[in-house]
T-cell receptor, first 109, second 116 residues
Framework: GEDVEQSLFLSVREGDSSVINCTYT??????LYWYKQEPGAGLQLLTY?????DMKQDQRLTVLLNKKDKHLSLRIADTQTGDSAIYFC?????????FGPGTRLSVLP | GAVVSQHPSWVICKSGTSVKIECRSL??????MFWYRQFPKQSLMLMAT?????????EQGVEKDKFLINHASLTLSTLTVTSAHPEDSSFYIC????????????FGSGTRLTVV
């Protein structure tokens, strides 16, 4: 089956940039997503990118997509303590939806 | 917008009892909703796809008699955990996709089930 991989943990200092990486195997992915999950809460869609795009920026968030390498990254500029959460990468071919294992981001003061 | 409401947020029940979790799409109609289960510190596992007016489609390894899904209207799907056991304790999340919305699936806030 299709697979989405992420590193499980990332620690950064407040004010630094965070980069969370994701790789996927489905070459027919149409949409790629980043979701944020705070403790005990559901998933919040942060941003998404179409597979025919290379980059998308939304305020502090920058998504980069390398379709050839099937590599997706999420950069959070000026990381704040409120950004501490689990970040899930997900891909969809329009029919199926596959999540990565999630990256736990810890922001240190 | 596309808002999905999930209720209850948390529930504690005794072993052997059944628990119903509701998933509602508040401002759109959803012919299809999805139920996920999340174990501590793990990713989401798709349990089943709920189809309005027809039977749910269960993923391999998910007991359909254990996890009853009913999608009786275009805005409501329910998941009933029958004869709950402590190993059913988990975080259950539903999602739905608004037709024509490219931003993907909207998730409910989740239900934390604890079976004692």
């Amino acid at each position: 089956g299709e697979d989405v991989e992420q590193s499980l943990f990332l620690s950064v200092r407040e004010g630094d940039s965070s980069v969370i990486n994701c790789t996927y195997t489905d070459s027919s992915s149409t949409y790629l997503y980043w979701y944020k999950q705070e403790p005990g809460a559901g998933l919040q869609l942060l941003t998404y990118i179409f597979s025919n795009m290379d980059m998308k920026q939304d305020q502090r968030l920058t998504v980069l997509l390398n379709k050839k390498d099937k590599h997706l990254s999420l950069r959070i500029a000026d990381t704040q303590t409120g950004d501490s959460a689990i970040y899930f990468c997900a891909e969809s071919d329009g029919q199926n939806f596959v999540f990565g294992p999630g990256t736990r981001l810890s922001v240190l003061p | 917008g596309a808002v999905v409401s999930q209720h209850p947020s948390w529930v504690i029940c005794k072993s052997g009892t059944s628990v119903k979790i509701e998933c509602r799409s508040l401002d759109f109609q959803a012919t299809t909703m999805f139920w996920y289960r999340q174990f501590p510190k793990q990713s989401l596992m798709l349990m089943a796809t709920s189809n309005e007016g027809s039977k749910a489609t269960y993923e391999q390894g998910v007991e359909k008699d254990k996890f009853l899904i009913n999608h009786a209207s275009l805005t409501l799907s329910t998941l009933t955990v029958t004869s709950a056991h402590p190993e059913d304790s988990s975080f259950y999340i539903c999602s739905a996709r608004k037709q024509g919305a490219p931003m993907g699936y909207t998730f409910g806030s989740g239900t934390r089930l604890t079976v004692v």
